[in-house]
């Protein structure tokens, strides 16, 4: 983890940086704690595949080792709360303070010629897939049959893809032209959406301060100040080329230029999944139907790499499931 998140720093989480600071992680590099980042412990536990049992548990074992060493250490406990659970620094970590995401694992397309075989080896290594693994992907929300069990203590649940669309630069290149273009064409798009679907587009560029704060409010607005993104050069001209749209529930967004041209969105409160992946699929044809009409321009999509991001690590689908 590093410095430089904006919320963190005007909440004055970032003071006296790096002292006291660290990460430990196990030898297979499974099982790491972070140390006074936003939290004083975030404990985490991952792995590659789809081994969701083995991940939890390895996180409850990590969790009553770390409890117990720090009780035997100093004495004390970890902060806990009858009624409200396990204290953090922000109440949107209450209770158990768990989060569990999977990210699908994929590569990025060459997007020109000029990418060498080392750093697709390289991309193939973070991945764990071979030279001659090929992009599928099933969007048929109608093949899931499982879902969250009832009483499952989930607040929201939140699937998101990245798009980019056909002639215009990737974040890091993008030119400033191409930027507005994108957005220009998002504006207009997104009028076409209706059912569910339909809502409005929020400009970052000269928007008004109530505006401003009712999406803070509701969590939906991004904002400068991410290092890797500064470091990327994604956050050239902010905010000009930017924005946001929602539907008129809250439960389906598009970001307009933030790391990728495009964040396909879709949430909702409690823990329907198929219910959230409907939304996102139907909500991805429709964004890929409006752009086609608007300018006659597809998606960036390669039949080996699958759909191109700005992020190798976004490839494939680029999708990421979450729960809250």
């Given amino acids: 983890f590093v410095s430089g998140d904006r919320n963190l720093t005007v909440a004055g989480m970032e003071?006296?940086?790096?002292?006291g600071r660290g990460i430990f992680h196990n030898d297979k590099k499974t099982f790491l704690i972070?140390?006074?980042?936003?939290?004083q412990l975030r404990i985490i536990s991952?792995?590659?595949?789809?081994?969701?049992?083995?991940?939890?548990?390895?996180l409850a074992k990590g969790i009553k080792a770390v409890g117990d060493s720090v009780k035997k250490e100093s004495g004390k406990d970890f902060c806990l709360d009858a009624k409200y659970g396990y204290i953090h620094s922000c109440p949107t970590n209450l209770g158990t303070g768990m989060r569990a995401s999977v990210h699908e694992q994929w590569y990025q397309r060459r997007v020109s010629s000029g990418i060498n075989a080392e750093y697709m080896g390289l991309i193939q290594e973070y991945h764990g897939i071979?030279?001659?693994?090929?992009?599928?992907?099933?969007?048929?929300?109608?093949?899931?049959?499982?879902?969250?069990?009832?009483?499952a203590p989930v607040h929201s649940t939140r699937i998101r893809v990245g798009r980019s669309i056909d002639g215009f630069g990737l974040s890091p290149g993008i030119t400033?032209?191409?930027?507005?273009?994108?957005?220009?064409?998002?504006?207009?798009?997104?009028?076409?959406?209706?059912?569910?679907?339909?809502?409005?587009?929020?400009?970052l560029a000269g928007m008004e301060e109530s505006?401003?704060?009712?999406?803070?409010?509701?969590?939906?607005?991004?904002?400068?100040?991410d290092r890797n993104l500064t470091v990327a050069g994604m956050?050239?001209?902010?905010?000009?080329?930017?924005?946001?749209?929602?539907?008129?529930?809250?439960?389906?967004?598009?970001?307009?230029?933030?790391?990728?041209?495009l964040r396909i969105i879709s949430m909702e409160n409690g823990g329907n999944?198929?219910?959230?992946?409907?939304?996102?699929?139907?909500?991805?044809?429709?964004?890929?139907?409006?752009?086609?009409?608007?300018?006659?321009?597809?998606f960036c999509l390669d039949k080996k790499y699958g759909y191109v991001h700005s992020c190798p690590t976004n490839l494939g689908t680029g999708m990421r499931a979450s729960v809250h």
């Fill in 15 to 19: 003071r006296d940086w790096p002292e």
């Fill in 34 to 39: 972070w140390v006074n980042e936003e939290d």
């Fill in 46 to 58: 991952m792995q590659m595949g789809g081994d969701v049992r083995g991940v939890f548990e390895r």
């Fill in 130 to 151: 071979s030279s001659t693994a090929v992009h599928t992907s099933d969007m048929d929300f109608n093949k899931i049959q499982g879902n969250i069990v009832d009483g």
């Fill in 176 to 203: 400033k032209e191409q930027r507005i273009g994108v957005e220009k064409l998002m504006a207009n798009a997104v009028q076409t959406f209706s059912g569910e679907l339909a809502g409005k587009y929020y400009p």
């Fill in 211 to 225: 505006v401003r704060q009712q999406l803070v409010d509701d969590h939906f607005l991004f904002v400068s100040g």
């Fill in 235 to 261: 956050e050239r001209d902010w905010p000009e080329g930017r924005g946001i749209f929602h539907n008129d529930k809250k439960t389906f967004l598009i970001w307009v230029n933030e790391e990728d041209q």
């Fill in 273 to 298: 999944v198929k219910g959230v992946f409907e939304r996102l699929c139907n909500g991805i044809k429709m964004v890929g139907d409006s752009v086609k009409k608007e300018s006659g321009k597809d």
